[in-house]
């Protein structure tokens, strides 16, 4: 009898890859795109310079998820997950912008990444810290901190802006969100799977006459352009950029490797250390890959990870056709500028359906938790509650030093160093384990 293949596996037919792996890209387009435009308003690039950046970040993302979802080599966990720029650089690669300019981002990216791919192996050790209390908190906080993304969608995008929560903003994010409702309470199957693209297809369309769509970017976006290495001049190495980047890395690394296994429980995939460390190894690799093609480090999206939980669609080979859809609007920049069109609202409609999807794949797996007799309540609470420090307030961590910050100000990575540290704390100190009981129960955590 043949053995059964695994979801995770599953090769679908073409035309439901390219439409299933279209609503991956139209909802993480959005966040893909911000890190290179914060990057150029922050160092006073110019709109071409601008546009090259974008391009570069979409094909490098695209090849990026294409190595992590197909597996090349030892790189790649082979799992249904999206790569795109990470957030966690942000405030070192202004930083270091500011005072050696793009050249001294791209190579202390690169060199961030190439300590990445070497510490890897090593790093990949921390998935014996993951057991179901750390996994169903992690997963909880990754939703509830994507929240204000989309509610700042909702409320159109520019929360400083004199019409940021106009009536009309909120009104047609609420009816996309409802549409999306209504496609999972009377559909089933291949429509139910997609209603997150129908929604943002349909939001979009209300939008047009409303006058809240600009295509004007399709009308000025050439259509094809080449992106070449070091574009911008070859890379300048400093050391103490490089170290500023470096701590980035360990914190992308960390909140990869909660994705990982966030995408792990959801798709019910086991994740061990040897695939923990083809995933960071693959991470790393398109972070030096982005260093060379004019971008920036790169790490997996968790706004895909909602994506997941909401349509049960658990191939790969969805994600893979996702890379080669997202690869190539950085090559096609017309065809990019309508993704681009799509209204904020109708992404925060969308946003708040998968965002909050992610919280309750947590939620279900802290329901398998034991927490009578044991001190799993507390864990949680204090993890939960670091966590969403930074969403409270911004500028609490304001007077700690840089390094502090770079850490902190990520509520998922404070949240699940938080975690591991009192899961450590209440359930493992003092407690001898035989290497036989460590193997069994990191094998148990995996899955």
Known sequence: MAEQMAPVDEMLPKGKLFVFGLQHVMAMYAGAVAVPII????????????????????????IATIIQALGIWKLGIRSPIMQGVSFAAVTPMVMVGTQHGLRGIFGATIAAGLIGFIISPYF??????????????????????????????????NASAPDFGSLNYISLAILVLLFVIMMFRFFKGFYQSIAVLLGLIFGTLVAIPLGMTNFSQVATASWFQIITPFHFGMPLFDLTSILAMTLAMLVIMTETTGDMVAVGEIVGQKVDREGLTRGLRADCFSTMLGGVMNTFPHSAFAQNVGLLALTGIKSRFVVVAAGIILASLGLFPKVAAVVAAIPAPVLGGAGIALFGMVAASGIRTLSKVKFDGTNNSMLVAVSLGLGLIPLAAPTFYHHMPQWAQLIL????TAGSLAAIVLNYFFNETGVKKSDEVEEAETAAYSH
């Open 39 to 62: 990057i150029a308003n922050a160092l006073g690039l110019s709109r071409e310079e601008l546009i090259y950046l974008i391009n570069a970040d979409l094909l490098v993302g695209g």
């Open 409 to 412: 100000h990520s509520g998922i």
């Open 124 to 157: 990949s050790r921390l998935i014996r810290f993951f057991p179901p209390v750390v996994t169903g908190t992690i997963i909880t906080l990754i939703g509830v901190s994507l929240m204000p993304v989309a509610v700042r969608w909702a409320g159109g995008g």
